[in-house]
């Protein structure tokens, strides 16, 4: 959960209504539009952490590897 947290604080700063300026990462974790895109909507929090619940099985924290620990 401490990483998870980190992650997120980093990411968004806890905001799940983040926007990247300069990319279309949204929502809490960032997730980049190759991900939701007319898929989820990642500005439902709950959503965007199960998500990254199933990133984080598949391939653990590398997808915010210059956030993560």
Not at 12 to 28: H, I, K, M, R, V
Not at 42 to 47: G, I, L, S
């Amino acid at each position: 959960m401490p990483t998870l947290m980190l992650v997120v604080h980093r990411e968004s700063g806890g905001d799940p209504a983040a926007e990247n300026p300069t990319s279309t990462a949204s929502g809490l974790l960032q997730f980049l539009a190759d991900w939701w895109a007319g898929r989820w909507n990642p500005f439902d929090a709950a959503v965007n952490l199960a998500h990254g619940f199933r990133a984080w099985l598949e391939v653990g924290w590398a997808p915010w590897a210059l956030t993560a620990p």
